[in-house]
């Protein structure tokens, strides 16, 4: 089968793989859809790829197509619509058992970066890594569920937001889109920022109540406004870009929460007059539980959210050197391979 592998600079290779085969306690997926997520481009534009051996590809969705001798029968082949929590561990400390396997204490497994990903046509995991598809579901809004739409889920969770209450989301790219409509259909009101303008204009059909460009307008002096001097109750960083971090800690009001979900460098701040003096409560959000994966897509799929409308582009593997290309432009919605 063929694979998509980075090898640095901005450049992949579709290599030649064997046809996975599973050993007793794992499956091999039919692929039907692979989303592309913003961390992928961490890898893409690495100078070495991070190794250049792996199939690359983190949001895995499709059918169990062949299951080892001890994977349970409601893993059979053909019946079973899955998506991957795309991490594996030592599967017995303390974050292994509750399904935190990407905080183990001895490591893990990062399928799509250290171990073989999602773009391809078939992926080898444990069983124990797999997540049901609800029916109501497509495959593509799978793929979303389980990264992108997934995190900004765990990070609306990690905060404990309650309905009622303003949410400002810095980014608007996929995960900033995500969280947008998961804020606006737990109840919030959605403050969405950004300095593309396409995206803020996508942010009002996902349930902004207001779109602030910051490459125009002061997002801190915005948010002000549009909240009477208080600042926002909660706010989520989702583009990981430094002066858009310490704006999200100004944008709080006091007794505020701040969540960051973006990957980015080293922030500086005034921890006194940022922080301390407005009693805010800081947090950070990487990925999710499998509990949470699954309640993730529970929840989407119980609304009917069109998290399908995320997706603006969708590729033929044989067209991942184009679909790279642009989504590295970060101009566009969410991007997603169909191997199958």
């Not at 794992?26 to 893409?44: F, N, P, T």
């Not at 029968?73 to 292994?96: I, K, L, Q, S």
């Not at 497509?138 to 995190?151: K, L, N, P």
């Not at 969405?192 to 942010?203: C, I, K, M, Q, S």
């Amino acid at each position: 089968m063929l694979g998509v592998v980075f090898t640095g600079n901005r450049n992949l290779e579709l290599r030649d793989f064997p046809d996975p085969s599973p050993a007793d306690d794992e499956v091999v997926i039919e692929i039907k859809a692979s989303g592309m997520c913003g961390s992928d481009l961490h890898v893409y534009r690495s100078p070495d790829g991070h190794g250049a051996k792996n199939i690359a590809g983190h949001e895995p969705c499709g059918v169990v197509l062949e299951r080892g001798s001890a994977v349970a029968e409601r893993f059979a082949p053909t019946d079973a619509r899955v998506m991957v929590h795309h991490y594996d561990g030592c599967r017995t400390c303390a974050n292994c058992l509750q399904g935190w396997t990407q905080l183990c204490d001895e490591g893990s497994v990062v399928y799509g970066r250290t171990g073989h990903g999602a773009h391809a046509r078939y992926m080898k995991v444990p069983a124990r890594t797999l997540v049901p598809l609800p029916d109501a579901l497509s495959f593509e809004e799978g793929a979303a569920v389980s990264c992108g739409t997934g995190t900004a889920f765990g990070a609306i969770k990690r905060m404990h937001m309650q309905g009622g209450t303003t949410l400002a989301v810095f980014g608007q790219g996929p995960v900033g889109l995500s969280a947008t409509m998961l804020g606006a259909a737990m109840g919030a009101r959605v403050l969405a920022v950004d300095v593309v303008d396409d995206r803020l204009e996508r942010a009002k059909t996902f349930g902004a109540e207001v779109i602030v460009n910051a490459a125009t307008d002061d997002p801190v002096e915005s948010i002000q406004e549009l909240t009477k001097g208080l600042g926002a109750d909660y706010v989520m960083e989702c583009c990981g870009i430094p002066e858009a971090s310490v704006a999200a800690i100004r944008s709080a009001r006091t007794w505020g929460t701040v969540c960051f979900v973006g990957m980015g460098p080293e922030v500086t701040y005034d921890i006194t007059a940022d922080i301390i003096k407005k009693q805010l409560t800081l947090l950070g959000s990487w990925t999710f539980s499998t509990t949470g994966q699954k309640e993730c897509a529970n929840f989407v799929a119980e609304r009917r959210l069109p998290v399908g409308d995320l997706f603006t582009h969708s590729f033929k593997l044989e067209d991942a050197e184009q679909a790279y290309k642009l989504f590295d432009t970060q101009t566009t919605g969410k991007g997603v391979i169909l191997p199958s």
